[in-house]
């Protein structure tokens, strides 16, 4: 098997936020002294309102708060609208909260840190969001005002786990807003794989593609390093193992967990290495076509892979060894990486084409115009300039 050694004698750094997580069917035991133990005594609980009514959901996580619930926000949607975060932030105002806790997938984790970003600052997101100028690279507000602390039950593998970015839908425009807050990290994280199976296979492996396109992504990224790789590299693995057993009689609550521990590490590792043009486009088509982001990225991986060649080379040969190789041999190559992530999404019954999920040539002009502004565009390992060449991406993956 070839694969590419990365430079360790090059200069690199590594900054690894602390994080406290508690693994397995007794996590939970762990939420309420965690909680105490950083001066809690009135968290919101953040989720959507199927977890709130579903009886492995919001129950359980009140009774194992007991007194510290003040209330509970279950008005998360998906793609975190602003809306939704608004009114996150108003509820957690009048209940004078000291903490929250977000109970879910990604729109629960970034509706909650959203709220919390707004309420701590008391400023419209306009003026706390990333800005984006043509020909310069993006430019983050330093969010500097006390920050409620966040705490993640999550049921799906979704990155934002272990991020501190939150990207808010902006209504009417498809546009998303990004704030960048490092206060809004999570303090604790507790992962219980029973509370992943109350979640619908569908969200899971949706998730579980996202967290794998991200991996590949970080990966491929120019800001690789070998801490960041061991992260990325085993997300992958287990990713590989455990998506294909999804809904089958294979799933079980130790495949939900392997997913949820893939997520966290891909967090991590793409902390150090970003992701790239994938993400950025399954930001844009997600948000305005109310599609799925891990399918989409899904679809386009491939396409951006080959695109992203002649900059990164056999960076991804480990990837495609992982995911099938190449019949040929020739793992090193970023074709054979391309082709390796397409069979192992053909092999999960994954979509193949942007059509199959009712995105045609027609929604490219809106596409075009707000992949610029995904602070991913700007980490992609390539160039893209001009943007004709996303266009040739979307017609080759249409």
Not at 32 to 39: A, D, H, Q, T
Not at 181 to 192: K, V
Request: one cysteine or more.
């Amino acid at each position: 098997m070839q694969t590419e050694a990365v430079q360790t004698s090059r200069s690199f750094r590594h900054f690894a936020p602390a994080m406290r997580l508690y693994y397995g069917e007794d996590s939970l035991e762990s939420l309420r002294p965690e909680l105490e133990r950083s001066g809690v005594t009135r968290v919101v609980v953040f989720c959507g309102r199927s977890l709130s009514q579903h009886p492995q959901g919001l129950p359980p996580i009140a009774r194992h708060l007991g007194a510290l619930h003040a209330g509970s926000f279950t008005e998360v949607a998906s793609h975190s609208p602003l809306p939704a975060i608004i009114a996150g932030r108003d509820m957690l105002r009048e209940t004078r909260a000291d903490a929250v806790l977000a109970l879910g997938g990604g729109s629960a984790i970034v509706t909650a840190r959203g709220a919390t970003i707004l309420l701590g600052e008391d400023r419209p997101i306009e003026a706390l969001a990333t800005r984006f100028a043509s020909g310069q690279p993006p430019r983050s507000p330093r969010l500097q005002a006390p920050k409620l602390p966040q705490f993640v039950v999550p049921t799906t593998p979704t990155t934002a786990i272990a991020k501190a970015g939150t990207a808010v839908l902006e209504p009417g425009t498809g546009r998303r807003l990004t704030m960048l807050d490092p206060r809004t990290r999570a303090q604790a994280i507790f992962l219980d794989p029973r509370l992943a199976l109350a979640t619908p296979v569908a969200v899971v492996r949706d998730a579980a593609l996202n967290a794998l396109a991200m991996a590949v992504q970080g990966l491929e990224s120019h800001m690789r390093q070998p801490l960041a790789d061991a992260s990325l590299l085993e997300a992958v693995r287990l990713l590989r193992d455990n998506l294909p057993r999804l809904g089958t009689s294979a799933d079980s609550a130790e495949v939900r967990g392997a997913l949820l521990l893939a997520a966290v590490l891909t967090g991590q590792g793409t902390d150090q290495t970003s992701c790239g043009l994938t993400a950025a486009l399954g930001h844009c088509i997600g948000a305005r076509h109310h599609t799925a982001n891990g399918t989409v990225n899904a679809i386009l991986l491939p396409h951006v892979i080959r695109f992203n060649a002649p900059t990164t080379g056999e960076r991804l040969a480990a990837v495609a060894a992982l995911l099938g190789g190449d019949e040929a041999g020739q793992t090193g190559t970023a074709d054979s990486a391309a082709r390796a992530c397409a069979g192992f999404f053909a092999r999960l019954g994954v979509p193949s084409r942007l059509s199959d999920i009712g995105i045609e040539a027609a929604a490219f002009e809106s596409i075009l115009a707000d992949v610029e502004d995904d602070w991913f565009f700007h980490q992609n390992p390539r160039r893209v300039e001009p943007l004709q060449q996303v266009r040739d991406i979307l017609q080759a993956a249409l």
